[in-house]
């Protein structure tokens, strides 16, 4: 069986983190940026399960700890979606430049 | 002998009693200087006897220490300095004692008093010092004493010029004096006069520094002594109290250049060229000061102009080698210049003007102040049979003796303008007819005459102690152990005499015809070009305002536009670019997560590629 | 004997912080009392030490030394990199010690006129006095630097909260400058830190010494780190061009801010430059004594000139500040005995003179509103005695014998005619601007006509005649009889002699 090497599904998985890193970074929909993250989480699995099948000492680890990644991250969209709302309701807006009241 | 340290404590403690405690004390403060002067007088007085019979003595102990090197103060009593001693307390005494009558009623009596201590003390210290150091220390606090006696009428804008000219003037001199002093200690070791001479005489020390340092040293009697080019200030100073003109700008402090010079006469006898400095600085000043004397209304300021003349004088016996001649001047011309000074604080006393144009026909009133006077006039004309004849009669020929030629013929001319201006002094104030209201016009006080009449008496025969005629004792006396101070008595040609008798009679002939007679006008000068150089004392002044004073100004003003321009530039520049910082840095404080992750971003990616290219720290 | 004498004394001023908490706000005079009484014992406590050690006692007994903070593992590293608590004094720092308790006292006296917040006042005021105490009795570079950045903040508060009107002002560029000193400083003693693994004074010394090979530091390393040690001390001493921040904070700041700040803070530079420029690089010292004394002369006849043409008093007495700190960089230019001493009583000698002259002009600020020479002329009609003690003031400060200044000037001139005679002529005409400066100054506020109604205008009265006196006496003292300092310096020197090899 001819595998795939491990640096393909690195890059996949750099190319991937860096577009959810721009996208997190740049866009000002905060949903966009949600979105966002949810790519660099989902980059990281790559990573992660990439390793439990071609790294040094192959395990099952990491493709377990790529399951606690999707289980935070659904958790963590949750969250985010709910102060979304919260947000929406409050300020009728989900630009992110508006929402820095931190700063002050 | 070995008290005499006591001596110059009496008015230190005069002055610190009445700064404290004057206040309270009023006019009863005059009676505590008085008597504290007397007692150091006294004191004086029987150092000076005991120094007939008895050596040299000398005591010190350490003052300083730096490093290994131990700098001492003490005193001595030797020939010099017990001379000295009596003439400057005695003369302090008398104008203590005259001050109680010209202050009185003077609401700060108890200041001048305490000034007067504080000088007389300086003063009297300066004369025992037995080494360079301690001469400077008490230099300069005599400087203060006059400076503070100056300006004693503070309130007027011309005493604080005065004074500030005065101190400025001498301190430019003591600067001389302290650097040629730092040399010589590097030179000899030491700031002992003893081993300074010791050096000298060794010759452990190169002519070329003898002559540096004696004309440093020189610089610093000229600026004391009032010599040309630093004799600006002596005129001014007479905005003093009168009595101080007597005591500090007439008979003591201004002759301690003089002192100076005679104290370090080894060192200056080692390098002609610097004697022949002195010789030239004092013949110029003399005839200088004496032509500008000539013109002079003021009556304080003709003094103070035949004041610088004779310390020219002075300075001349000094630089032509005639130690004996210099001293003998200097202390013949304490007594009839602070009689002279008295005499004239009696008649401003009496007239309230000090403006002889306005004066006239005291003779009359003024029976005691006007005799005394002449007796001064006498002395100071080199009249024969008064002390100032005998004296400057010494320098002449020590000046020929010497080989000074010109200077010589400087000096005689000096003493015809001396004769001359004293005599129009004498004419204008005493003789003809008084040309203004002199109807309130009193004799002073008997406290004020009888110091005067003391002076008369010395004025006349202070001369005979050292005399062609009866014996040079004072000369044998001076010089006495001291080979390097020269002989005792120079002898000189005896048409000297003949012709400085000539001359000054022919100076008194002349004012008599121009200013009591009137067979020639009185303003014989006119309003020519010569008369207004001379009134205004050759613009040496106004050369100074245009050229060192606007120099120093200019420097000044340069330096504040380095300052507001280059310096503060500086301090720009550094606020502008920390504030600089501080704004690049809050840019990135927006409130913006999205902008801080870039940040943190960015960092991280900075670091991950400085640790890859560098291989990390433990490389 | 002594257990923790220095620490006490140090750190004696917290009590009064301690007490001054538990005084109300408002009650004015309760502050000043407790503010006053708290600076007394750390005198009491110098001037005893100073007593003893005249009557002969060692220093060496008032070291005192705890385990602080290490780094790596002791049991390989032993002793090296560890920083110790170490406090101990040596003649020098003692004479600063005295100096610094008597002027804080005398300053505390002078804060009578501070009229708001007495409370924060006196509380930054002694913690200000913790840090200058501190300083001059630390062994220890890093302590050394600790007690240096303390006396920056409460300076920084003092001068921006109670100053004139441009206080705010001249308090940035005071901590942006000095803070830039003490960078420069705190880099140059990690790189000895990091070097030689110690930070106490005296065994740095001793290592920097034996390492004439430079093995543990180039002899360009070395020439570096005593130029930055220059920079940073020459901040504070001021050194030309590094002044500027100095003449705002003279001008700026409350009289009895400016007494400590000109009295002490600025000696600290001077006191870092022998100390440890001087100390632990004596060898790359000779090599830049030329450029010291010209600096010198150039700080000398810099500030001279300028405080002639200033007419504002407090101005003036700024740039002769200056001036004066230019006979303490030619003394230790010279880098002989005389020079050496001299400049060491200049130190104390400016700190004494600084701090009378100052007091005087809160004197008569207090009462005429200003400082402005051509507004006050004739002073001494109206305030007689104030008018005296300028005048004696300016007289020590232009080195009139009798007085301190003139003994420091005198030697200070005495050494360094004997290394650079021509550029001692040179800084010789100093001697003459610094009269002409001072009279002009002085002269001009008390003489001449009077220019203002000095009617209901008090002389100096009460609590205001102790630091006038005390400070003229102790100038005259110094001035009359100097053995008083140069006994308890002759060991200093010696060291410093024999680290310079002369």
């Not at chain 2, 010092?129 to 006696?149: A, M």
């Not at chain 3, 960089?329 to 001493?341: C, H, K, P, R, S």
Request: some cysteine; hydrophobic content about 55%; charged content about 10%.
């Amino acid at each position: 069986m001819s595998s795939v090497p491990l640096s393909l599904y690195l890059a996949l998985a750099l190319i991937l983190f860096c577009i959810g890193l721009y996208g997190a970074l740049t866009k000002r929909n905060i949903i966009i940026v949600l979105i966002s993250i949810e790519l660099m989480l989902n980059a990281v699995n790559i990573n992660l399960v990439a390793f439990s099948k071609f790294g040094v000492m192959p395990s099952i680890t990491g493709q377990i700890f790529a399951l606690f990644v999707m289980a935070v991250a659904a958790a963590e969209v949750a969250i985010g979606v709910a102060i979304l709302i919260a947000l929406y309701r409050n300020r009728n807006t989900v630009n992110i430049d508006e929402v820095n009241t931190l700063k002050n | 002998m070995e008290n005499a340290w006591i001596i110059p404590l009496f008015p230190l403690l005069s002055f610190l009693f009445l700064i404290f405690f004057g206040k309270r004390l009023k006019d009863a403060s005059a009676y505590i200087g008085i008597l504290l002067s007397l007692a150091s007088f006294v004191y004086s007085l029987l150092v000076l006897f005991e120094r007939f019979t008895s050596p040299t003595h000398k005591a010190e102990s350490v003052w300083l220490t730096i490093g290994d090197v131990q700098l001492t103060a003490g005193f001595e009593v030797n020939q010099l300095n017990a001379l000295m001693l009596v003439i400057v307390s005695l003369v302090s005494f008398l104008v203590h004692t005259y001050s109680k009558g010209y202050m009185h009623g003077d609401e700060r009596i108890h200041v001048y008093y305490a000034y007067l201590g504080l000088f007389t003390f300086a003063m009297l210290g300066l004369v025992l010092s037995p080494n360079l150091l301690q001469t400077y220390i008490f230099w300069e606090l005599v400087g203060l004493g006059s400076f503070l006696l100056i300006g004693f009428y503070f309130y007027k804008d011309e005493a604080k010029r005065a004074a500030k000219k005065a101190f400025i003037m001498t301190r430019i001199g003591d600067v001389g004096l302290l650097i040629g002093m730092i040399l010589l200690f590097w030179q000899a070791g030491s700031f002992e006069y003893d081993e300074i001479f010791a050096a000298v005489e060794a010759g452990a020390i190169s002519s070329t520094m003898i002559t540096l340092t004696a004309i440093l040293i020189f610089i610093g009697a000229m600026g004391k002594s009032g010599q040309f080019p630093l004799h600006t200030w002596l005129p001014d100073a007479m905005e003093g109290p009168t009595p101080v003109s007597a005591l500090i700008h007439a008979a003591t402090m201004v002759a301690a250049g003089v002192y100076l010079v005679a104290s370090l006469f080894p060192l200056f006898t080692a390098s002609e060229t610097a004697l022949m400095t002195v010789a030239i600085v004092g013949a110029f000043t003399a005839i200088f000061a004496a032509s500008i004397g000539l013109v002079q209304k003021d009556i304080k300021r003709v003094l103070a102009f035949s004041t610088v003349s004779q310390l020219g004088y002075m300075m001349l016996a000094l630089g032509s080698a005639g130690y004996v001649a210099g001293v003998f001047h200097l202390m013949t011309h304490a007594f009839f210049k602070a009689l002279l000074f008295l005499a004239a604080g009696s008649v401003i006393h009496a007239v309230h003007t000090q403006d002889i144009e306005k004066m006239g026909g005291l003779w009359k009133k003024l029976r005691v102040t006007g005799p005394l006077f002449l007796i001064g006039t006498l002395a100071i004309s080199g009249v024969p049979l008064f002390s100032g004849f005998f004296s400057k009669d010494e320098i002449l020929i020590a000046a020929w003796a010497h080989g000074n030629t010109v200077l010589f013929w400087l000096a005689v001319v000096a003493a015809f303008f001396t004769a001359f201006y004293m005599f129009r002094l004498f004419f204008m104030v005493f003789a003809g007819e008084s040309r203004t209201d002199m109807k309130h016009v009193k004799e002073s006080p008997s406290v004020m005459t009888i110091p005067m009449v003391v002076l008369a008496v010395l004025a006349v025969v202070a001369g005979y102690v050292n005399t062609p005629w009866f014996g040079t004792f004072l000369g044998d006396w001076l010089t006495d152990g001291n080979p390097a101070l020269g002989h005792g008595h120079i002898e000189g040609p005896a048409w000297i005499m003949i012709v400085a008798t000539i001359v000054s009679l022919l100076g008194i002939f002349l004012a008599w015809l121009i200013y009591s007679k009137r067979s020639l006008a009185r303003d014989w000068l006119g309003a020519s070009t010569l008369y207004n150089v001379l009134y205004n004392k050759y613009y040496i002044d106004e050369l100074y305002e245009v050229t060192i004073l606007k120099v120093t100004k200019g420097i000044s003003v340069l330096l504040r536009f380095i300052e507001t321009f280059l310096v503060e530039g500086i301090v720009k520049g550094v606020a502008g670019a920390v504030s600089g910082l501080g704004h690049v840095g809050s840019k990135f404080q927006n409130g913006q997560i999205q902008r801080y992750g870039t940040v943190a971003f960015i960092g991280v990616a900075i670091l991950i590629v400085v640790f890859t290219v560098t291989g990390g720290y433990l490389k | 004997m002594n257990v923790a004498y220095l620490s006490i004394l140090v750190f004696s001023p917290l009590l009064g912080i301690l007490a001054l908490l538990l005084v109300p706000k408002a009650n004015e005079s309760l502050i000043k009392i407790v503010g006053l009484l708290a600076t007394l014992p750390a005198l009491l406590m110098s001037l005893v030490v100073f007593f003893q050690y005249r009557t002969g006692a060692s220093l060496a007994s008032f070291t005192e030394e705890y385990k602080w903070f290490q780094f790596g593992d002791p049991s390989t590293l032993g002793d090296l990199f560890s920083i110790k608590y170490e406090l101990g004094i040596d003649g020098f720092s003692l004479v600063m010690l005295v100096l610094t308790a008597i002027l804080s006292t005398l300053a505390a006296i002078a804060s009578i006129y501070i009229k708001k917040e007495w409370k924060g006042y006196f509380m930054l005021f002694l913690l200000l006095e913790i840090g200058m105490l501190g300083v001059f009795a630390a062994e220890n570079l890093i302590l050394f630097f600790i007690f240096f950045e303390i006396t920056l903040i409460p300076t920084f508060f003092l001068i921006g909260k109670w100053g004139y009107f441009e206080k705010e002002k001249a308090a940035f560029s005071f901590l942006i400058y000095n803070g830039l000193g003490s960078a420069v400083l705190l880099i140059v003693i990690m790189v000895l830190f990091a070097r030689t693994g110690t930070s106490n004074i005296e065994g740095l010394t001793a290592i920097i010494a034996s390492d004439s090979q430079h093995l543990l530091l180039s002899a360009g390393a070395k020439m570096g780190l005593l130029v930055a040690l220059l920079i940073a001390f020459g901040v504070k001493l001021p050194i030309f061009p590094l002044h500027s921040w100095m003449v705002r904070v003279h001008v700026q700041a409350s009289p009895s801010v400016v007494m400590l700040h000109a009295g002490i803070l600025l000696k600290i530079g001077a006191y870092g430059i022998i100390r440890f420029g001087m100390g632990i690089f004596p060898d790359q010292f000779q090599e830049i004594a030329v450029v010291i004394a010209v600096l010198g002369v150039v700080n000398l006849l810099y500030g001279a000139f300028l405080a002639l043409v200033q007419i504002d008093f407090k101005m003036v007495l700024a740039y002769s500040s200056i001036s004066h700190m230019g006979i303490v960089l030619i003394g230790l230019g010279a880098l002989n005995e005389a020079g050496i001493q001299g400049a060491i009583f200049q130190v104390v000698s400016h700190g004494l003179i600084a701090a009378l002259l100052f007091f005087l002009v809160g004197v008569f600020y207090e009462r005429l509103q200003t400082s402005n020479i051509p507004n006050l002329g004739g002073m001494a009609k109206g305030m007689p005695i104030t008018a005296g003690f300028l005048l004696a003031g300016a007289m020590a400060s232009l080195g009139m014998p009798g007085m301190s200044g003139f003994v420091s000037e005198f030697m200070a001139f005495l050494g360094l005619f004997k290394e650079m005679p021509i550029l001692a002529a040179v800084g010789a005409l100093g001697i003459i601007l610094t009269a002409v400066y001072l009279l002009r100054a002085v002269l001009g506020i008390t003489y001449g006509k009077t220019q203002r109604d000095f009617a209901g205008i008090t002389d100096i009265r009460r609590a205001e005649w102790i630091p006038a006196l005390v400070l003229m006496g102790i100038i005259v003292l110094i001035g009359v009889y100097p053995s008083v300092l140069t006994e308890p310096l002759t060991s200093t020197l010696e060291t410093i002699m024999l680290g310079i090899g002369g």
